[in-house]
């Protein structure tokens, strides 16, 4: 029950998840909130669920937290593994689990119980990447609440969708100021270069993996001005390996192997499309101009975009409006995806 760290520039996300996850209001049994990858959904999730069940003793039956690794390269989690992982923590002893057939009744005979009892529980089911890992989670009775985040818009889930943005650019530099200042208060940096740190996260695109990573590497180094750190990222080739760090585990955290984990998962037509919107120059693509890069009919180029976004690798903005934008790490990666196609090719 520790409380997490304070999480910068969430305020309305934070507000709109906990209107959606009160008990006491009538509304949906599962909330899905989707974004790009290394957007902070996690972060975001642990911290509402430490407000709604500690903060507010809305779920006298607790939290579960089950981690599908819906991304992992070595596999994610079945829907059976992860009910087994719930019925354990609802307090179920190994000797007693069902078989495989039978674990989704006991799941929510489990849970009705809870609920008999006055003692609604919150369900946190994080990295998901299909419907199919969560849907025998979805809690039968309305007491209960499932929170669930992916990459990927699972819509055949009956769930209320929350689309998780990057952060405003205040936000961003005051995510790193914050990181900085609480492991040294007498750094100055964030103070003293506030133009340059400002330039840092405009350059990291406002996505909280990015200004994390960065802000990991300053904290390492409390001699590197922050203009340096600046002029690094400047250049576009170099950024994305720029922002990785090995931390004293020997762990690389990594803003690319973020997206490959995303990538790796498209199908053949998706995958090329997404590496032919990298070469079209400016903000953002139309449709129209999609369709000329894939070089395909029209009727089949929108439904791969559509699983692009859907997979929030590129967003159409405004929504119906034809036009598609890719988050600027992102379109550096495809960049990158597309130069060794060519060269293979």
Same mark, same amino acid.
């Given at each position: 029950?520790?409380?997490?760290?304070?999480?910068?520039g969430?305020?309305?996300?934070?507000?709109?998840l906990?209107?959606?996850?009160?008990? +006491? +209001?009538?509304?949906?049994?599962?909330?899905?909130?989707?974004?790009?990858?290394?957007?902070?959904?996690?972060?975001?999730?642990?911290?509402?669920?430490?407000?709604?069940?500690? #903060?507010?003793?809305?779920?006298?039956?607790?939290?579960?937290?089950?981690?599908?690794?819906?991304?992992?390269?070595?596999?994610?989690?079945?829907?059976?593994? @992860?009910?087994?992982?719930l019925?354990?923590?609802?307090?179920? &002893?190994?000797?007693?689990?069902?078989?495989?057939?039978?674990?989704?009744?006991r799941?929510q005979?489990?849970?009705?119980h809870?609920a008999? &009892?006055?003692?609604?529980?919150?369900?946190?089911?994080?990295?998901?990447?299909?419907?199919?890992?969560?849907?025998?989670?979805?809690?039968? +009775?309305?007491?209960?609440?499932?929170?669930?985040?992916?990459?990927?818009?699972?819509?055949?889930?009956?769930?209320?969708?929350?689309?998780?943005?990057?952060?405003p650019?205040? @936000?961003?530099?005051? !995510?790193?100021?914050?990181?900085?200042?609480?492991?040294?208060? /007498?750094?100055? =940096?964030? =103070?003293?270069?506030? @133009?340059?740190?400002?330039?840092?996260?405009?350059?990291?695109?406002?996505?909280?993996?990015a200004?994390?990573?960065?802000?990991?590497?300053?904290?390492?180094?409390?001699?590197?001005?922050?203009?340096?750190?600046? #002029?690094?990222?400047?250049?576009?080739?170099?950024?994305l390996?720029?922002?990785?760090?090995?931390?004293?585990?020997?762990?690389?955290?990594?803003? +690319?192997?973020?997206?490959?984990?995303?990538? =790796?998962?498209?199908?053949?037509?998706? #995958?090329?499309?997404?590496?032919?919107? #990298?070469l079209?120059?400016?903000?953002?693509?139309?449709?129209?101009? &999609?369709? @000329?890069?894939?070089? &395909?009919?029209? /009727?089949?180029v929108?439904?791969?975009?559509?699983?692009?976004? /859907?997979?929030? !690798?590129?967003?159409e903005?405004?929504?119906?409006?034809? =036009?598609?934008?890719?988050?600027?790490?992102?379109?550096?990666y495809a960049?990158?995806?597309?130069?060794?196609?060519?060269?293979?090719?």
């Amino acid at each position: 029950s520790d409380r997490p760290g304070r999480l910068v520039g969430r305020d309305g996300e934070v507000g709109e998840l906990l209107g959606l996850l009160d008990p +006491r +209001r009538p509304g949906p049994s599962a909330v899905t909130m989707a974004g790009l990858p290394g957007v902070g959904k996690t972060a975001l999730a642990l911290h509402v669920a430490h407000e709604a069940v500690f #903060a507010r003793s809305w779920f006298p039956g607790g939290v579960l937290f089950v981690d599908l690794r819906g991304y992992d390269a070595d596999g994610q989690v079945t829907a059976g593994q @992860a009910l087994d992982e719930l019925l354990r923590q609802l307090g179920v &002893a190994d000797a007693d689990l069902p078989p495989a057939g039978e674990q989704a009744g006991r799941y929510q005979s489990e849970l009705a119980h809870l609920a008999d &009892a006055g003692k609604p529980a919150l369900l946190v089911a994080d990295n998901a990447s299909s419907a199919a890992q969560v849907e025998a989670l979805i809690p039968a +009775r309305s007491e209960h609440r499932l929170l669930v985040t992916s990459r990927d818009i699972l819509a055949s889930i009956p769930a209320r969708l929350i689309d998780l943005d990057v952060l405003p650019p205040s @936000a961003a530099a005051d !995510l790193i100021a914050q990181v900085l200042t609480s492991a040294r208060p /007498g750094d100055r =940096r964030a =103070r003293d270069e506030a @133009a340059a740190l400002q330039q840092v996260a405009e350059l990291c695109g406002g996505l909280p993996l990015a200004l994390q990573i960065t802000a990991e590497i300053l904290k390492a180094d409390p001699g590197l001005p922050v203009a340096v750190m600046a #002029a690094e990222l400047q250049d576009p080739p170099a950024r994305l390996a720029a922002l990785s760090r090995e931390d004293g585990g020997g762990r690389t955290r990594a803003v +690319r192997a973020a997206f490959e984990a995303s990538y =790796r998962r498209l199908g053949v037509e998706q #995958a090329r499309l997404f590496r032919l919107l #990298a070469l079209n120059p400016g903000p953002d693509t139309a449709t129209e101009a &999609a369709v @000329a890069l894939a070089d &395909a009919p029209a /009727g089949q180029v929108r439904p791969v975009l559509a699983v692009l976004a /859907g997979a929030s !690798l590129v967003t159409e903005q405004p929504v119906g409006g034809n =036009r598609w934008r890719m988050h600027d790490l992102i379109r550096l990666y495809a960049v990158e995806l597309a130069r060794d196609a060519a060269r293979e090719d």
